[in-house]
């Protein structure tokens, strides 16, 4: 079965489709942990200096626990163009926020870019456009993840991240890899400091409790958060780096797979991970400010 976002609805189609709403409704309610397909997701555009025009999408996996895979090919796919836009291939549980973007011409005009993407027997599209309905800015992905309405303040950077040991990797099983990653940010915005809690010199605790916090965050690994990269974790200090396994064989385990980073402002951030199948592998970290993200890719090949 074919889905298809359209963007018109004819009114004698009203019937149908209430009936439509109803039955998901009552299906809605239900929780599947395994067995369900992926939805892609276009989730607006962003204007460029250049003239160009950014295209950002993600995904709605409505499984609670399995990660189900699509290569790149006929089941993950793009058009116009190359079929392979940088697209992951595996896809973390529930829905899943400005994952990753495709820059088009600035000639782009009014046509689609769609993604197309089959999983457990259902092919659903994202149709990607350029309407103006459809911009985006800081203050809508701030308001997605979380951070309220107001946009982001006006000087802002997006955080920066590196890998010191490069971007091309070699491991053999049954070892693991040891990530390190140098993250930086301007500090804006900044911590946020928990409602009601003193924080200040005067309270001997503070300390103990910014650094309890700062551990719980990184312990975030069970891939059955709401949102993989959460800005909850960089909230705590102002600044983090949450690792997935963007494509590549089998499972992947990272210990822990989102860090903090004490001070906000900059440091290195390490991870542990753990592969169960030889082959090539991408890891994509998100450098995070709880309201920007900045992906860097690493490509691993398993031994």
């Known amino acids: 079965m074919t889905t298809r976002c359209t ?18 409704g009552v299906q809605a309610q239900l929780r599947f942990d395994r067995g369900q397909n992926v939805v892609p997701v276009f989730e607006g ?80 599209q994202a149709i990607g456009s ?27 950077q997006v955080p920066s991240v590196a890998i010191p040991d490069g971007t091309n990797l070699t491991v053999t099983l049954p070892d693991t890899l040891t990530l390190t990653a140098v993250v930086g940010d301007d500090g804006i915005p900044g911590p946020t400091t928990p409602r009601n809690r003193p924080d200040t010199d005067d309270d001997p605790d503070a300390a103990a409790r910014r ?20 800005a909850r ?5 102002g600044l983090a780096i949450t690792w997935t396994h963007y494509r590549g064989p089998g499972a992947i385990t990272f210990d822990p797979m989102s860090i903090s980073v004490e001070g906000g402002r900059g440091g290195e951030a390490t991870t542990t991970v753990s592969f169960a199948e030889p082959g090539t592998h991408i890891l994509r970290g998100y450098a995070d400010d709880s309201i920007h993200t900045t992906p860097i890719d690493v490509t691993v090949t398993v031994q």
């Open 7 to 24: 963007r018109r609805l004819a009114t004698g189609a009203l019937v149908a489709v209430v009936t439509a709403i109803t039955a998901v």
């Open 211 to 230: 650094a309890a916090a700062i551990a719980r965050r990184a312990r975030v690994q069970s891939p059955n958060n709401q949102a993989v990269v959460d």
């Open 130 to 156: 350029l309407w103006p309905s459809w911009e985006i800015d800081d203050g809508v992905i701030k308001a997605n993840r979380g951070m309220g309405i107001n946009g982001a303040p006006a000087d802002n």
């Open 45 to 124: 555009w962003e204007g460029n200096p250049d003239g160009t025009f950014t295209m950002v999408f993600g995904y709605l996996n409505r499984n609670y626990e399995e990660m189900p895979e699509a290569a790149i090919g006929p089941d993950n796919r793009f058009e116009p163009g190359p079929a392979d836009r940088g697209q992951p291939t595996r896809f973390y549980p529930r829905r899943q926020q400005f994952i990753f973007r495709v820059q088009v011409p600035a000639d782009w005009g009014e046509k689609d870019l769609v993604w197309t993407l089959t999983s457990h027997g259902r092919t659903d």
């Open 233 to 237: 974790v960089a909230r705590t200090t």
